[in-house]
């Protein structure tokens, strides 16, 4: 096939991020259900042709699910609470509860339209894509290597961060163990009540697992610093502070009603500080990097190949608004704008230009997975 | 290579110091053994070694702790990472990053190694430890000796001058263990790496060590010296030093190809008395199995596999890592629900049946028995168990007194040494009477005399009408206190039978004493012992 699958290497995980943060920026841009609808499927179908046998790459299907369940439960909430958008085709009335003065401007219960219906199914839609947009990278490259990218003053956090994440799943299955454990004294092990009965003994678990691996990460090394001189790691501190200072001024002055002149370049202050002292601090650490990932052609096309939909559907959305926005009131069938559904099928490149990952077998054992 | 100078550590809290007068000096390039009784404080030494004790641990060290020169005291653990490797007894707590390749180089990253030096001993570990073919695994799909092996592997990419290993094949499968010991034995060898290496099954080690550190325990001072001359005294042996004990063989021979040189007049004088193969016992059948498949996942863990247990019966299960020893014991226990065939036990079908019925049929003793512990104190356990099961107040604790004399009604489970906290598990699962008691990996951690204990437990239990199945890696548990051993293999039964002929039947399985007094079907010193009427040590 094409040259650029001969090597199987891992992508740059950076390549694969931007590649899904400009799907997602594409889907912000619309509420056609047809167009997001198609993006579901190209991140799937990426998804689907380079992920590996990893236990990360099983969470597109987690997000999945999750998308799932957020469309579902604004549906719900449009149904039982109403919405602000006034619609003439009635679905059904549901019984009113009647509520208080006080309480005016909250409706239980009432009429359903299909117009509120819509425009939550499309809002909700627009949600969920943005959830697989990110389960999609999640998928593709491990959130630990992202971290791996960060700056070397930074790599501490990094690693904080890494072993939070590891600490979700540890406890699912801690809760998973000790369930069965109930089950073997006796005890009921299915509704609400036992899963909450083990809350003790989890957190107790995970704790110690928490102890253990930052001890094993102490006497590997783990935050060893080179020495410094004093004025060196006092000027990193003040540069520090200050940028985040004039950040937060910033951030102040932008967002505020009168967009004040003076945020801008405040803004750049506080940028050129903070990364002034981000590169200082850097010198602290003695991390070197092992294969660090590359950055080549695949790469580039990998990342272009997602910017790319996003400019391109941001410049059609403000051209023709209305195959963008499809009407809810009066309700309209939505329309495929031929232009942006081939901007979307361009995010398929990485199918083809991304190098195969390494393959995995099968998992050896069963029992050595969740130790 | 390492000195302890008067070391001795104090825990807060704790009455007595958990080390205390340490004076010796491990020498450079050795393999060197701690041996000694549970509770004897070998943790604590082993974390004195890269200053975890007592930086990260707290507690109080006195003495002086020094290693290739650098002193503890001043040396936090990541100063002594370039110098000592450690291992820690849970391996999965070892890993920092989540594939092979990653964690072998995380160290070396963490020490600033420049990028072409990291690049060429990556590839060096891969080929000395065998793990090529594994460097791009996720570590969570990795079998007990592959995670070993990639665990010693990322402390080795730093070029320790020590390595420090706490329990490093008590998990594992026989293969699985040699796998690992090999590694090690190169590492001496070839590299003069100095080891120092806790273990408790010293039938696996004992043969490649070249010191022996002794921590007796009771107060008397630690030994380190040759390794025939420290066992000598040791109260904690092996089977073939049990047996040149009792042989009076001299030096006490270490490995089995030792043994066997000086055994030919033991086997003289044992042919005259040739082991009577006791029939097992026989009883009811009390679990039935049949053509079961049981899924993890999308693997079938076990598959298409009949048996049938009976009361009185004590059942060894082997087989190596991953081999669906533990989904069996699930699926006997209602756990995991069968994907086809079917489990009975007592009559109840064990996944679908209610707990509350179902302990009385079945108890399992899973492989971290802490899994099962959750009140505060010993007494309030045992209290929550005759709850549980309905059995009379204080039943519980009547047993667990005459299991494990002594234990105080107000210690913490977590505070129990490995063999009693076993003990109080195993009591919580028989509060309820289960006509079929499964344990999972007994005997890890456990040192000889509680290894023992639990032998003469299970036997006891066993006459008492219990039907046993342990899933053990331990052969000399399995020759000693099992009738029937079986052998699973990829999910399939591959053998089962009485356990002399199936432990005979496999180098990987047969026991010490049968290795050095083949071709005669001797399994336990315990035998031996009683057939040449000498009483045991």
């Known amino acids: 096939m094409s040259p650029l699958r001969q090597n199987s290497r891992q992508l740059h995980p950076g390549a694969w991020w931007l590649w899904a943060l400009g799907l997602a920026a594409a889907a912000t841009r619309t509420s056609n259900p047809l167009l997001l609808l198609l993006i579901i499927a190209v991140a799937g179908y990426v998804v689907a042709a380079r992920r590996t046998e990893a236990p990360w790459s099983r969470s597109y299907g987690t997000f999945l699910r999750l998308g799932l369940a957020v469309l579902l439960l604004r549906l719900l909430f449009t149904v039982l609470l109403g919405s602000p958008i006034a619609g003439t085709h009635t679905l059904l009335t549901l019984p009113q509860l009647p509520l208080p003065t006080w309480a005016q401007g909250v409706r239980i219960g009432g009429r359903v339209s299909l117009e509120s219906l819509l425009f939550t199914l499309y809002d909700g839609l627009r949600l969920a894509t943005l959830l697989i947009c990110v389960g999609a990278a999640n998928a593709l490259a491990s959130p630990a290597r992202l971290l791996r990218l960060l700056p070397g003053a930074l790599y501490e956090v990094g690693v904080a961060v890494v072993v939070a994440m590891s600490f979700a799943p540890n406890l699912v299955a801690d809760v998973g163990r000790l369930r069965a454990a109930r089950r073997l004294r006796g005890r009921p092990d299915r509704g609400i009540g036992s899963v909450l009965s083990v809350g003790l003994p989890v957190l107790e678990s995970a704790l110690e697992h928490s102890v253990a691996l930052a001890a094993a990460m102490d006497s590997r090394g783990f935050g060893r610093t080179a020495p410094v001189p004093r004025a060196l790691a006092r000027a990193t501190a003040a540069l520090t502070l200050l940028g985040l200072l004039a950040l937060c001024a910033a951030a102040y002055g932008l967002l505020g009603t009168d967009g004040a002149s003076w945020a801008p370049p405040a803004l750049l202050l506080g940028v050129a500080a903070s990364a002034t002292g981000l590169a200082l601090g850097g010198r602290r650490t003695v991390r070197t990097r092992y294969r660090p990932d590359r950055w080549a052609l695949p790469e580039w096309l990998t990342a272009g190949s997602g910017l790319a939909t996003a400019a391109v559907l941001s410049l059609l959305a403000t051209r023709d608004p209305a195959a963008f926005s499809p009407s809810v009131v009066p309700p309209t069938a939505p329309e495929l704008p031929l232009a942006a559904a081939l901007a979307i099928l361009l995010a398929l490149l990485p199918a083809l230009a991304a190098p195969r990952p390494p393959g995995f077998r099968l998992p050896a054992t069963r029992k050595d997975r969740n130790p | ?537």
């Open chain 2, 1 to 537: 290579m390492i000195t302890f100078e008067q070391v001795s550590v104090h825990y807060p809290d704790a009455p007595a110091p958990a080390l205390s007068g340490l004076d010796l000096t491990v020498p450079e390039g050795e393999l060197c053994l701690l041996v000694g009784p549970s509770g004897v404080g070998k943790s604590t030494l082993l974390g004195t070694v890269n200053g975890l004790v007592p930086h990260f641990t707290g507690g109080v060290l006195h003495g002086r702790v020094t290693v290739g020169g650098r002193d503890t005291r001043d040396h936090r653990p990541r100063e002594l990472a370039d110098l000592v490797g450690t291992v820690g007894q849970d391996v999965g707590a070892h890993f920092v990053t989540d594939t092979v390749e990653d964690e072998l180089a995380y160290g070396m990253e963490s020490l600033g190694v420049a990028p072409a030096v990291m690049r060429r001993r990556v590839e060096e570990t891969l080929d000395l430890l065998g793990l090529a073919e594994l460097r791009d695994r996720p570590l969570g799909t990795l079998s007990g000796g592959q995670r070993q092996r990639v665990a010693i592997g990322s402390v080795l990419t730093v070029h320790p001058k020590v390595l420090v290993l706490d329990e490093p094949t008590s998990a594992l499968d026989p293969g699985a263990a040699e796998e690992v010991l090999a590694v090690v034995q190169r590492l001496v060898h070839d590299l003069g790496t100095t080891v120092l290496m806790a273990e408790h099954r010293l039938e696996r080690v004992v043969q490649y060590a070249d010191q022996v550190l002794l921590l007796p325990g009771d107060g008397r001072p630690a030994v380190l010296g040759e390794p025939a001359a420290v066992l000598a005294q040791s109260p904690v042996n092996p089977p073939v030093v049990g047996l040149g004990k009792l042989a009076g063989w001299h030096p006490l021979p270490l490995s089995v190809r030792d043994a066997r040189r000086l055994a030919a007049p033991l086997r003289g004088r044992l042919a005259q008395t040739p082991p009577v193969a006791a029939p097992p016992p026989t009883g009811t059948p009390v679990a039935e199995a049949a053509r079961l498949t049981v899924r993890r996942g999308s693997i079938p863990a076990v598959r298409d596999l009949s048996l049938t247990l009976y009361a009185r019966q004590v059942t060894a299960l082997m087989g190596r890592n991953g081999a669906g020893k533990s989904t069996l014991l699930g699926a006997l226990a209602g756990l995991h629900a069968p994907a086809n065939g079917s489990v009975r036990v007592g009559g109840l079908t064990p996944h679908r049946a209610r707990p509350q019925e179902l302990v009385r049929q079945v108890g399992l003793v899973p492989q971290d028995p802490r899994d099962l512990l959750c009140a505060a104190t010993v007494a309030a356990e045992c209290a929550a168990a005759e709850q549980d099961c309905g059995a009379t107040p204080g039943s519980c604790r009547a047993l667990l007194e005459r299991l494990a004399p002594g234990l105080a009604d107000d210690t913490h489970p977590r505070d129990l040494s490995e063999g009693q906290r076993l003990t109080l598990a195993l009591a919580v699962v028989l509060a309820a009477r289960p006509a079929l008691l499964l344990l999972d990996e007994p005997t890890r951690g456990l040192d000889y005399p509680a290894k023992q204990r639990l032998v003469e437990i299970l036997t006891a239990l066993a006459a008492d009408g219990h039907a046993i199945l342990l899933a053990t890696h331990d052969v000399e548990l399995a020759a000693e206190v099992a009738h029937r051993t079986l052998v699973l293999a990829d999910g399939e039964l591959v053998a089962d039978g009485p356990s002399a002929e199936v432990v005979l039947a496999s180098p990987v399985y047969a026991p010490q004493v049968a290795k050095v007094l083949a071709p005669e079907p001797w399994l336990t010193v315990r035998q031996v012992a009683d057939a040449i009427g000498h009483p045991r040590r």
